[in-house]
């Protein structure tokens, strides 16, 4: 819930990298032409991208809730219009504002670098040597294709779209993948499907959320309490540190415990990125087997 009015702005700035210099700078020449016709119809002028931009980010900004991935719909229309802004930069031979635009990407370019090296040897250190092989890989890729010759326009295109392979392959391939080993329901359920326990007996003991157990799980867990337990046999419960201290206080015994990580993977903080701090911030999630 936010009544930040700029959310979606400030959003599309990290949704469209590593395009989004080159994005803006389409929307904004565009506008420019239409205010220069004064609002005027124009057979000329393509008017349907721009209105359906503006349109639909006037629309979700008033929206009371609001998520990124509101902006999915607006994405195809900015990828139309920078495609369209660069194409006239080229065929009105601009070679200094491409040249200016080549060096903002470059910039770009190295920015994605230092993050990715950040990611990979800092935040989440590579453990497997078969990381370095496709990585080793995806670097002389750029370093080729930084030192080809090629036109300026071709060029524009050429550095930005290998910042989006670089940046899409280590969060794909590296960052995420790592980072649900800090969601204890997902972590879980392969626990369980391992293990082969009955899902129809996993019971929580409180109405926490824990959607992401239950969808792995095709199946929701049961809410209970402790007077709600009191007397069943051969259940699994999913509890958290406290709950589970509460269990053992109140003389419950269990002979099998599986313990997970958990983390808010969603609201990624400063403190769960340092390796230093990390453990900090970790909560522990248990399922634990009554006999």
Known sequence: NSSDYFFFFHTFLWVFLPWTILGLLAFWVKVKEFITLKFRRNA??????????????????????????????TIPLFSVLTGAYLYGLNQDNKTKK??????????????????SMLICYYV??????INYVWKV???????FYSLKQEKYYLKVVTITAISSILLNAILNLHFYPTLLQYQAGSEMAKEIKANGIPTDKIYKLSARYTWSLDFYNQ????????AGIQGKKDIWIYVTDMELMELGNSGYDWDRQFTKDQFRITRLQAKFLDPATRNKVLERMHLIHIL
């Open 219 to 226: 199946r929701p867990a049961i809410i209970s309490s402790l």
């Open 98 to 115: 491409i040249r200016a635009l080549l060096a903002g990407q470059y910039f770009i370019l190295a920015v994605v670098f230092i993050a």
């Open 124 to 129: 989440f250190k590579l453990e497997d040597p």
């Open 137 to 143: 890989a995806l670097v002389l890729i750029i370093i």
């Open 44 to 73: 000329n002028f393509e008017l349907l991208t721009l209105g359906g931009i503006t349109l639909i980010f006037v629309l979700i900004s008033f929206a009371q809730f609001k998520l990124p991935h509101y902006l999915n719909s």
